[in-house]
């Protein structure tokens, strides 16, 4: 079947997902429709926020579908007057079989590792959080049960000890859209061989998992290693945000969210969560070691490089990070 011919329904509502959309019309696929999350309301001021894929859509005169319900009738009869060949699902939600099963060429996902390692909704996160050295993106087909369905396509990525969760997202929603085209292209010219993730697993041994992330998840145990602190941190920066409390003699208590930090020596004698700070510097003991604190937010204020945060704030009395 020629490009043009072949008719692609796209699925998908944040930043990530644009990537992956762009690239496919700025290489002249056939997108019959884009199916994206509702406007919903955000900030203070509850004004309707617009998806990014929306926006992109609207910018290309894309055909739109924003469903609250992904099993209303309407919904279904309208997504199948659209006679998709495939859909494409890239950071979108859970499909119900019956929107899944309806294109002739099945439907696909690109994932945010390499499954069936981390399974779940914070795969970036979670591959940072835990140490890892590599992790990648798989395009895969959708099947009953969520992120096992059979591989079609893989890529490896380095993880860097500088990555954070926001640079290795925006490296791999640019990988991940080349991995995309890659995928329809092999489909529409039959070439794609699929693998089943159980002959996979066998060679991997344990699975990780990566589910959503919540606030309570964020607290930092500083009675852990120095370099799992470290991990940590950044892998849940800059959002949601690792966070601590410290607090003085005096009861006083400051609220933080840690983006940054760097690992240093330190006495071996200190107890974790000791809080070590001088005129431009800010430390905090872990098990094994000290964090040196570059970049932080104080509840209510902006977030800033430590510096900034001292000369504007006298931190009096003796202050200890709490433990978990």
């Not at 309707?48 to 739109?64: C, S, T």
């Not at 964020?218 to 920066?237: A, H, K, P, Q």
């Not at 430590?306 to 709490?322: E, H, M, P, S, V």
């Amino acid at each position: 079947m020629a490009k043009n011919e072949f008719r692609i329904v796209f699925m998908g509502t944040p930043d990530f997902a644009v990537a992956s959309l762009r690239k496919l019309v700025l290489n002249n696929f056939n997108i019959v429709g884009v199916i994206t999350s509702p406007d919903k309301p955000a900030g203070r001021g509850k004004k309707m926020r617009v998806p990014a894929v929306k926006q992109y859509a609207i910018e290309n005169g894309l055909n739109i579908l924003q469903p609250v319900n992904l099993k209303d009738p309407a919904f279904v009869s309208e997504l199948k007057s659209l006679g998709a060949d495939l859909q494409i699902v890239v950071a979108f939600r859970m499909l119900p079989r019956i929107v899944w099963d309806m294109p002739p060429k099945g439907t696909f996902n690109l994932h945010a590792s390499l499954l069936p390692q981390y399974r779940g909704a914070a795969p970036i996160n979670h591959a940072i959080i835990n140490g890892e050295t590599k992790t990648g993106l798989t395009t895969f087909l959708l099947d009953k049960e969520i992120d096992t369905g059979r591989i079609i396509k893989q890529i490896e990525i380095d993880i860097r000890e500088e990555d954070n969760a926001a640079s290795l997202h925006d490296r791999m929603m640019e990988i991940g859209g080349e991995l995309v085209l890659e995928t329809v292209n092999g489909i529409i010219k039959g070439t794609i061989t699929t693998i089943a993730q159980d002959n996979k697993i066998s060679d991997i041994g344990k699975l990780k998992p990566a589910p959503k992330i919540f606030k309570n998840d964020c607290r930092i145990n500083w009675d852990d290693t120095c370099e799992n602190v470290f991990n940590f941190i950044r892998g849940l920066s800059p959002y949601p945000a690792a966070f601590t409390v410290l607090e003085n003699d005096n009861g006083s208590t400051l609220n933080l969210k840690v983006f940054k930090t760097t690992k240093e020596a330190c006495d071996e004698k200190l107890v974790p969560g000791s809080v070590i700070y001088e005129k431009d510097t800010l430390r905090i003991a872990c098990n094994n070691g000290c964090l040196k604190v570059e970049e932080l937010q104080l509840t209510g204020k902006k977030r800033m490089a430590t510096t900034d945060f001292l000369r504007g704030i006298r931190l009096g009395g003796n202050y200890k990070a709490a433990l978990v």
